[in-house]
């Protein structure tokens, strides 16, 4: 042991490692002691945005779209310093990036892609070049979403599909067939019913009483969505209460008067939650994968002072 003690390297690497903690520790006071620069949009960078999104979408930016557009950029300078200060533009993706971008600049130079990053570094190529940092936010917002992610529990999954249940269950559906009168006459309608009910007709012969239409007489399945594509709001909600296997109506649409037999209803119905297992488990990663990025930046808008020349933003801020 106390030969080990006397050698060389032991101290070598003894003295490296208590080194590294010094400067690190170091560093960690300066950090803290250090105020954050402040982020800074400026009237000009907020004009460029406005002008970025006329260019692509064809239209001017309304102040919502600027809002939007000024919080995205806040976001994406929030990520791109901290993956900064997590050292992720030592990123393998990032340095081959740049070494590529110094042989285009630099054709001749006899460098390896090491010494070509060295000098893309002393050029600053690694805060300035737009890719880079489109890859530093992204990376960051794919670290600061998935730290720390778990599969949920049988009871985090039990308890989530319990708070979204309604958004699951499938819809009531109607198969029915519609009788439909054209402008008609106060009065018309009404006696075409009282006739179906008292003769007993059949749907299908019905259909033979009224005037064309161009939805079909004989729909099935139906969902209240689909009855509002064919034939306008509120035509499912008239018949909400109507009997199986009678007619019903009239029923008013903007196309006219509709007498309806319904042939059958299919009740809403909640799907167990081992049939939407697999779906719910996507839903609740994304869901907590939003969660953490939301707290990152939180936190870090915490840390970084926030200068914004954008009025929309700021009304939006408020809201």
Do not use: C
């Amino acid at each position: 042991m106390r030969r080990l003690l006397r050698l060389p390297l032991l101290h070598f690497l003894l003295g490296g490692a208590a080194l590294f903690a010094v400067v690190r520790a170091t560093a960690a006071r300066r950090g803290a002691e250090t105020p954050a620069s402040p982020v800074v949009i400026t009237a000009g960078d907020v004009a460029q945005l406005r002008r970025d999104h006329a260019r692509d979408t064809g239209r001017e930016p309304s102040p919502a779209d600027e809002a939007g557009l000024v919080e995205r950029a806040v976001e994406d300078e929030l990520l791109f310093r901290e993956a900064l200060a997590r050292g992720l533009d030592q990123d393998r993706s990032v340095r081959n990036w740049l070494a590529e971008q110094m042989r285009v600049l630099e054709p001749d130079t006899p460098l390896d892609d090491e010494a070509l990053y060295a000098r893309a570094r002393s050029l600053r190529l690694d805060r300035t070049d737009l890719v880079v940092r489109r890859m530093l936010v992204q990376k960051m917002r794919l670290l600061a979403a998935r730290t720390g992610e778990h599969p949920p529990s049988d009871d985090e999954l039990r308890a989530f599909y319990a708070a979204h249940a309604a958004e699951y269950r499938t819809p009531e559906r109607m198969t029915l067939w519609q009788v439909f009168l054209a402008g008609a006459a106060p009065g018309r309608a009404e006696e075409l019913l009282a006739e179906l009910r008292r003769d007993g007709v059949a749907p299908a012969e019905a259909v033979r009483r009224g005037d064309a239409f161009a939805a079909p007489a004989h729909l099935r399945s139906q969902s209240p969505a689909d009855l509002a594509r064919r034939f306008g709001p509120g035509f499912a909600e008239a018949l909400a209460e109507a009997p199986v296997g009678a007619w019903s109506g009239p029923v008013a649409t903007p196309y006219g008067a509709h007498l309806v037999w319904i042939e059958a209803r299919t009740p809403s119905d909640a799907p167990s939650l081992d049939v939407l297992r697999g779906q719910l488990r996507e839903r609740w990663l994304e869901e907590e994968r939003a969660r953490r990025l939301a707290e990152t930046l939180q936190a870090l808008r915490a840390r970084h002072p926030l200068h914004v020349e954008s009025a929309a933003w700021h009304d939006r801020s408020r809201s």
